[in-house]
């Protein structure tokens, strides 16, 4: 099951159905937008659509194997409780996503600007992200056919984050969570007295 996070009219949902993907969600907040585009994917049994917040879904812990935000998380952090959003929103994908799933983050901002929201691999801060980030520069399209872009300036790039969930790390943090116990500390039995 794959989430396109904020997927405003974007043909993403049927581009991804016509390339194969069979079990997509389409969500977004507006029920306007989400019943436009159930009438426009009529005919695509492979999309389903949710209508609600990405910081706070109903939706199964673990139940999804890759969220895409092409621009959800760069409208969030512009908004008027930008980090504390964007902290809830990174706690649900966090959540929502299964132990080998994939968060793929599309964004105008460098990695100065979007890595300290990304990652936390320090186990006893309360945001630990069990993921590992791997980026990607994009060059922007060109806005006419004459022009020039430097793709040494970031201003002229996209910037994809992966970020993909580990396992080991998320092993880690159900122990520190006390949603499964540590194999390691298991008591050793007792010694008969003679």
């Not at 993909?164 to 790390?169: F, I, N, Q, R, V």
Request: hydrophobic share 35%.
């Amino acid at each position: 099951k794959i989430v396109i996070a904020g997927c405003g009219n974007s043909h993403m949902p049927e581009d991804m159905a016509d390339d194969g993907y069979t079990n997509i969600v389409a969500a977004d907040i507006s029920r306007v937008v989400l019943k436009q585009l159930e009438t426009r994917c009529v005919d695509y049994p492979e999309i389903s659509f949710f209508q609600g917040t990405m910081c706070d879904t109903n939706l199964p812990e673990e139940s999804i194997h890759g969220i895409i935000d092409k621009g959800l998380l760069d409208s969030i952090i512009c908004g008027q409780n930008g980090i504390v959003d964007v902290t809830a929103y990174m706690i649900e994908v966090e959540r929502l996503l299964e132990e080998d799933g994939v968060f793929i983050l599309v964004s105008h901002a460098n990695p100065e600007d979007r890595l300290h929201l990304l990652e936390q691999y320090d186990i006893d801060e309360p945001y630990y992200t069990p993921w590992e980030v791997e980026i990607q520069a994009l060059a922007k399209p060109l806005e006419f056919e004459e022009e020039e872009l430097d793709v040494e300036d970031p201003d002229n790039l996209f910037f994809i984050y992966i970020c993909s969930k580990k396992k080991e790390m998320v092993i880690k943090k159900k122990i520190k969570e006390n949603k499964i116990k540590d194999e390691k500390k298991k008591k050793k039995p007792k010694k008969m007295q003679a």
